[in-house]
C-alpha cells in the first residue's frame, strides 16, 4: 500500500491535471510529500490520504469557479450574437473574458472580498495598495485612516490593448491607479503622438476628483490609452466626497492642494499664450486712427456728407 501511495504521488507531480492556476499549489504539495517522505511509506500513505481529501474540495471549488465563468462568458456572446453585434467587438470581449480568467482566476476580485470580514478587507487592502496610495501627492498629509476607507472603495478594471481609459472633453469622475501594466498619454493626428508613458503605481486624473463642474473644469484635457493589457484600479469622485464628510482636516487638504495643482496646470499653458503675444508684438499694435479722419468716417456712414455735397450743389 506504501508503495502505490508513492506512485500515486508522482503520477500526481507529473499529471497535466495540476497545472492550472488554481490547482498549481497542489501540484507543490505533493512534489514536498514525495521529496520529504520518500522512502517512508506507511507516512506518506497517512499523509496523501488526507491531501486526497483535501484536494477533492479544491478541485470541486476550482470546477464550479470554471463552470460559472463559462457560463458567464456564453451568455454574454449569445447576447452579441443576438443583437448581431459586429465580429471584431466580439472578438475583443472573449479576449477580455480569457485574460482576466487567466490573469486573477475570477472575473470580479469585488465578489470574493465582499464575503470576507471587514478586518480581512482592510488587512488585504493595506498589504497591497497602501504603500502606492501614500505616494500620491494629492493624499499626502492626509488622514491614514481615510486612506484606507478610499482603498475599501476601490474597483478594478482591465482594459485590452488600445482601449481608451478616458477621452479629451469627458466628464471627469473618476481617477485611476495603474496596478499592473501600462497607458499612454497620446495627441495630435489620430492620437498617433504619445506624450508619456505611464507604469504600475503611476496615477492619473486625480485633480478631476476635486474640481467643479460649473464652469467645466472638471473636464479631460487629454486622451489616455492602454498600452497592452492594463489593470487598472478606480475610485469614482462620489466614493471620494462620501468618505470625506468624516474626515474634515483632510478635506481642507485636498481642497488647499486641489488648488496649488490647478495653478501649477495652468501655469504650464501660459508658456503658450505668451509665444503667441510676442509673435504679435514682432508686427506692432496697429497705430490709432487720427480724430479726424475718424470723425468723416461717422459722418459718412450716418450720410450727413452726402447731405451737405447736395446742399452746397443746389446754392
Sequence with gaps: ???????????????????????????????????SFQGQPIIMTA?????????????????????YFRASMDGCVAYMNTYTIPKLVQNRVRTWYNYTWASQGMLDESELL??????????????????????????QGCDQQMLV??????????????????????????MYIIKSGAVQVVGGPDNSIVFVTLKAGCVFGEISLLQSAKDGGNR????????????????????????????PESQ???????????????????????????????????????KLLKAFGNLRKAGLLDKLKKGAEET
Design 1 to 35: 500500500m506504501g508503495r502505490k501511495a508513492e506512485t500515486h504521488c508522482r503520477a500526481a507531480i507529473e499529471s497535466d491535471i495540476l497545472t492550472s492556476p488554481s490547482l498549481c499549489n497542489l501540484r507543490f504539495i505533493f512534489r514536498l510529500l514525495y521529496t
Design 47 to 67: 499523509v496523501i490520504s488526507v491531501s486526497f481529501l483535501e484536494m477533492r474540495d479544491v478541485i470541486g471549488a476550482a470546477t464550479a469557479a470554471q463552470t
Design 114 to 139: 465582499d464575503k470576507m470580514p471587514l478586518v480581512m478587507r482592510i488587512a488585504i487592502a493595506v498589504d497591497i495598495n497602501l504603500a502606492t496610495f501614500q505616494k500620491i501627492q494629492l493624499f
Design 149 to 174: 476607507d478610499m482603498l475599501l472603495r476601490l474597483k478594478s478594471i482591465i482594459y485590452l490593448p488600445g482601449d481608451y481609459v478616458v477621452m479629451k472633453g469627458d466628464i471627469g469622475k473618476e
Design 220 to 247: 479631460r484635457t487629454a486622451n489616455v490609452r492602454a498600452y497592452g493589457f492594463a489593470n487598472l484600479f478606480v475610485l469614482e469622485k462620489k466614493d471620494l466626497f462620501d468618505i470625506l464628510v468624516h474626515y
Design 252 to 290: 481642507k487638504v485636498l481642497a488647499k492642494k486641489g488648488r496649488q495643482l490647478i495653478k501649477s496646470k495652468a501655469a504650464a499653458g501660459a508658456p503658450a499664450k505668451e509665444e503667441k503675444q510676442k509673435g504679435l508684438a514682432l508686427f506692432g499694435q496697429k497705430p490709432p486712427t487720427p
